[in-house]
């Protein structure tokens, strides 16, 4: 005797068993195919190439971002995305003059500084400032001062990153609020400008720019970073030599806003056209950098996984975009502009993936998600641990796949090695060369190949 329902369950189990487990056969396969060919072909590494060095300084709306907008999406079509498109967005227009820094000491006689205006400053005029420096770490002791002692000086804010802080990224967060508010603290007791020190665990004489952000209602000041060298040398001067003065010259300048692209290819989806999955970095970088870390080289990432798919037949359910993302670094209206629109259209984003934390050797990638979804998304390590991608846990996203979020978008960050990338980062030392291209590769195939898991499987 038997029981036909019971003998039913069984036989129904050990088919869905056999199919999970020839479906995690095949996924294997997929994956090794797609690690395959991105470790044997070097078309997104001399893409990276031709954007380093055709065109660097990608500022918003400057000639070499518009460049890069053509030459992206030309490579979009080359990769052999179903349609390429280019987004209008909204950009500010600033460009960088000559500047110059000098320390005039009775002790020490002179010295010429490096530096950089940060992204969004006002300039001096031609002759300059020239005026006594107050250094201070922290705004508490900015305020502690208040004006009787900093009126009409220029302020240097000196706080290094944290060394001892084993999280990169956290280091740089507790030293950047100086670049991006100290202009308006210290205009509030009267300073004339600010130096800043760069934003960096490196000690080297590259000076790290950024984006500064003015408070409204506060007199505007011109802000400049300094390198972390010249920085340890301004510091020591001071203690010798209280009453040093510094000449500073800056010919920055807004202009009006103008316009420029995101740049858009997509792989129409098979079964769920409706539904979407981005895939993105930023095109713009900074005037003084040929932005391969930050970000041609997550540009170029998205790119590949269109190639890729193109190149192994990779049909997947949903539709597939990669985006290049215009004005990351100064106002993020790129990222906005693409929401707002996707949000005008009722489109439906079931994820987006961000590449903006360099593109040296991949450790996994961070999920904006908890509980259940959460541990479903992290079992998907166990297709990475070939290629010794181990790190899925939770986390954030990206500024410019944000706006996604109120949409539904699942926030997926990419994860690389860390510990170098402010040593780049903002600077004349993000170049090509600084690039290893298996490095490079094996994040683009671990971006591949997580989309196309996620599109496989349900999350």
């Given at each position: ?8 369950y ?5 088919f869905?068993a056999i ?11 997929v994956?090794?195919s ?47 995305a179903?349609?390429?498109w ?58 502690r ?9 220029i ?28 202009a ?7 300073a ?14 590259f000076?790290?720019?950024?984006v ?29 030599d ?20 995101n ?15 981005t895939?993105?970095?930023h ?19 998205a ?9 192994l ?14 004005n ?12 707002r629109e ?52 939770k ?9 996604l ?26 170049t090509?060369?600084?690039v ?16 196309y ?7």
């Open positions: 005797m038997y029981n036909k329902g019971l003998l039913s069984f036989i129904t189990a050990c869905i199919t999970i487990s020839l479906d995690g056969q095949e996924a294997d396969k994956i090794k797609v690690f395959d060919e991105a470790l044997n072909n070097q078309t997104a590494y001399r893409q990276l190439e031709y954007l380093c060095k055709n065109t660097k300084g990608r500022l918003p709306g400057s000639p070499a971002a518009a460049e890069a907008v053509e030459y992206t999406r030309q490579a979009l079509i080359n990769a052999g179903d349609s390429v280019l987004q209008k967005v909204p950009v500010p227009h600033w460009e960088r003059g000559l500047e110059s820094c000098r320390a005039i000491s009775s002790v020490f006689g002179t010295e010429d500084l490096s530096i950089a205006a940060l992204g969004l400053s006002v300039g001096t005029d031609e002759n300059g400032i020239i005026s006594k420096i107050i250094e201070v770490h922290d705004f508490e002791e900015l305020n001062l208040g004006k009787k002692n900093i009126e009409g000086k302020v240097f804010f000196n706080r290094p990153a944290d060394n001892s802080t084993i999280n990169s990224f956290a280091a740089y967060g507790g030293a950047v609020n100086q670049r991006t508010q100290g308006s603290e210290a205009s509030k007791v009267g004339i400008a600010v130096i800043v020190r760069s934003a960096t665990q490196a000690l080297d004489d000076p790290h720019t950024g500064l952000r003015y408070e409204e209602n506060v007199n505007k000041i011109p802000a400049v970073a300094i390198s972390t060298v010249d920085a340890e040398l301004l510091s020591k001067w001071l203690r010798s209280p009453g040093l003065k510094i000449h500073l010259t800056s010919l920055c300048r807004n202009y009006p806003d103008t316009w420029s692209y740049v858009i290819g997509e792989i129409r989806g098979s079964e769920k056209p409706g539904e979407y999955i895939v993105g970095g095109l713009d970088a900074w005037d003084i950098a040929e932005g391969a870390h930050d970000d041609g080289g997550g540009c170029v990432q790119i590949e996984m269109i190639r890729i798919f193109r190149k037949g990779i049909a997947p359910k949903r539709s597939v975009r990669a985006v290049m993302f215009m990351e670094e100064m106002s993020g209206t790129g990222g906005k502009e693409y929401a996707a949000a005008v259209k009722g489109e439906v984003h079931y994820a987006a993936l961000e590449s903006d934390r360099g593109v040296l050797s991949p450790r996994g990638f961070a999920f904006d998600a908890d509980g259940e979804r959460l541990n479903k998304l992290k079992s998907i390590s166990e297709y990475f641990e070939p290629y010794n991608i181990r790190d899925f846990d986390g954030g996203g990206g500024s410019d796949i944000s706006p979020k109120e949409l539904g978008a699942l926030q997926i960050g990419y994860i690389p090695e860390t510990q170098k990338y402010f040593y780049y980062h903002h600077s004349a030392n993000d090509f060369e600084q290893n291209f298996r490095e490079l590769q094996m994040g683009s195939a671990a971006i591949a190949a997580l989309i898991i996620l599109d496989l499987k349900d999350f």
